[in-house]
């Protein structure tokens, strides 16, 4: 049994979404139980409840003994503003559970990671249960906590440690005291809805700001919004040639991203051999 | 006389716009000269040419001693690609010149200042010439170079340094090697075209990289994009939080911004007593 707390550190759901995923659950994965935590239907803003709200609930969720891993809702924007926070106030029992999420809780796995805190996962969220893709990527991380690796990222090997995350969130996090120490890491990026000139913009800013890595890989660059003029390189040049200019080894392609391909990256070095 | 060069590091105008800046000068200011580089309507993907071509225009008028002023045509994005190759370029007649413009041009300002080279200004462009509204603005910067401080940001005081910039500009150069060092100084930041989750996720990542600042000032945020909910705090209710934080003194507005009001912030100490 698999007992996984569901709360929302960025943006709410709805009880749809809930219920997607729980019918999932209930048909094809019966040895998991999934726990929505009240928060993750909250509502502030642009949030899923004020910042203090999200704090509670994710903490209710990391340091209650009865769960063994925490999936964020969804991502959007806002758990960067309680990150700090939670890793401060996680104890012994949130040290031993699994957290997934991806785009925008990157926030957070890169708080737990940087803190050694649990198994970091990038993955697909509950909020995707609710489309026919989505529902594939949501099984790929159910398969992953029964210990079946058929979801994971290709490229991972087990022996390079590997991270995964939204571009513009690594960018953005990448000198604040929440950046984990991505020394000798494979390090894979995605992006969705930025034009080519702000995926450019942020390999400026993230190549300068990275250690010495293993290599970078470029996941899907989705929903580019169409822009007056053509940039003139694609993504794959685009990571190419900052790669090249930074002195990073550029990998190639990752299957993660803001699609129905969307893989399961652990951070770390919990490759194919085993799960959490 | 004042002659000023005009190049393009990021993308291109039209021979509209110069014409329409010509005509502003000949018609309201006989003491300047301005002479447009043939590269300002270059065009490569996205650019004003590719980045060697921007390059060689930029240091052909940085580097030329008949100019006194090098003024940035426009922004959009692309200067960052070539700031350090120019400032590593730059010979004594550079370190000489007036150089104004802001947005994406602030890449160029900030590693121009961070190496001492000339006087740097935060300012409108000669695009802005080609619109009712924007020609003031450029009225503004022709003013200044004249030695007419009257189109100056208010609240600089000649006693505290200051530096202007666009807020993602800022946010996505504040870990390159073309920072320059802003202790001690008033910040000012402006932005347009983001959402306020997006100017929220700046201030996060900006407001852990910067030194020990004398304070920040929130220029205007304009065309920010309706967002499918209201993100629930104005933009200098985000700026406060952020500052409160981080433990920055927030000292309220300043006029610059992408709008017809902007002001000139001459980088550093150059204040009200004098021009350039």
């Not at 709410?12 to 979404?17: E, N, Q, S």
């Not at 999934?34 to 903490?59: I, K, N």
């Not at 022996?159 to 513009?168: D, Y």
Request: aromatic share 8%.
């Amino acid at each position: 049994m698999t007992n996984i707390a569901i709360c929302a550190p960025a943006t709410p759901i709805t009880r749809d979404h809930a219920a997607a995923l729980e019918a999932l659950v209930a048909a094809e994965f019966p040895t998991h139980s999934v726990t929505f935590h009240e928060q993750c239907f909250a509502s502030s803003g642009h949030f899923a409840g004020d910042d203090l709200t999200r704090l509670g609930a994710l903490l209710d969720c990391a340091n209650d003994p009865a769960f063994d891993a925490v999936w964020f809702a969804r991502g959007g924007y806002g758990s960067n503003r309680i990150a700090e926070a939670a890793v401060a106030r996680m104890n012994a029992s949130a040290r031993s559970k699994t957290y997934v999420g991806f785009s925008d809780c990157g926030y957070l796995l890169a708080a737990l990671y940087r803190a050694g805190i649990g198994q970091c996962a990038h993955g697909s969220m509950p909020v995707s249960a609710g489309s026919e893709g989505g529902r594939e990527a949501v099984r790929r991380v159910l398969r992953w906590f029964a210990g079946d690796n058929s979801g994971l990222e290709p490229s991972l090997d087990g022996v390079i440690p590997a991270a995964a995350f939204n571009l513009i969130t690594l960018t953005m996090l990448a000198r604040t005291p929440i950046m984990p120490d991505l020394t000798d890491h494979v390090v894979m990026v995605e992006e969705v809805s930025e034009h080519l000139y702000a995926v450019d913009r942020m390999f400026f800013a993230l190549s300068s700001s990275l250690p010495r890595i293993a290599g970078l890989r470029l996941g899907a660059i989705t929903a580019v919004p169409e822009n007056y003029v053509e940039f003139g390189q694609s993504a794959d040049e685009i990571a190419r040639f900052w790669c090249d200019r930074a002195g990073i080894r550029y990998l190639g392609r990752a299957e993660i991203g803001h699609s129905a391909a969307n893989r399961v990256v652990p951070f770390g070095l919990a490759g194919p051999a085993g799960a959490a």
